[in-house]
């Protein structure tokens, strides 16, 4: 990563790779981007495809990506292409995200196929749950989306449920969409599919697996 490690931000780690100080300082956006716009924050980015091709979309804006995997910034690192409004944290959000992200700062945050941890008994280490929820409500701006996007029916019912249940969230399309697969019935509660996300190797491995797309907006209140 030494070619392009400007774009990856410096911060004083934790007790664990991932993690970052306890008493780590906000990061300061206009400077770390050296001008003053919109915040999108991603998290999990993996190899960066989504991320990067929103940042070539949108040059007027500025991008943040949360990712523990090194390999998978590496190789985000080698597709920027002259892209200079992108910049990657090699932490794991839960912890550091609290700490790194000042509050109502954030344009949009977003949340694609995040690992579902498919086992029952693992369900609870799945990230879309009400407290990292709130998280994300301090740090959006009001009027802000967090788009999220999974390709396992059960996990987008519980973001559906973590959505609905959030003070400071409201679900965009509330009864709208329905799945014929939802036990809740008609209830609905999903987005039409968001124009502004590429097809990722994980979003393409759900629909050759013949697993339904999700998406979901919530937007800050």
Do not use: C
């Amino acid at each position: 990563m030494e070619k392009n490690a400007d774009f990856v931000v410096p911060i004083r780690r934790g007790e664990g790779y991932t993690t970052v100080a306890e008493d780590h300082e906000p990061l300061d956006f206009e400077q770390l981007f050296s001008r003053k716009s919109e915040v999108i924050v991603e998290i999990g980015s993996g190899t960066g495809d989504q991320i990067l091709h929103a940042a070539r979309q949108h040059p007027e804006k500025d991008f943040l990506a949360f990712e523990v995997w090194v390999p998978g910034i590496a190789k985000a690192l080698n597709k920027l292409d002259g892209l200079t409004n992108v910049r990657f944290v090699e932490a794991d959000v839960a912890q550091a995200g609290p700490k790194l992200l000042p509050e109502a700062s954030v344009g949009e945050v977003w949340t694609f196929f995040p690992d579902p941890w498919r086992k029952a008994r693992h369900h609870k280490r799945r990230l879309v749950q009400v407290p990292f929820a709130k998280q994300v409500v301090r740090w959006l701006r009001p009027g802000g989306r967090w788009r999220l996007a999974t390709d396992w029916d059960d996990y987008a019912w519980g973001m559906r449920d973590t959505i609905e249940s959030t003070p400071g969230l409201k679900n965009e399309f509330l009864a709208m969409n329905p799945d014929t697969a939802d036990p809740a019935g008609a209830r609905g509660g999903f987005a039409p599919r968001f124009a502004g996300r590429t097809l990722t190797t994980f979003e393409e491995r759900g629909i050759q697996a013949g697993r339904s797309i999700h998406d979901l907006v919530a937007i800050r209140v």
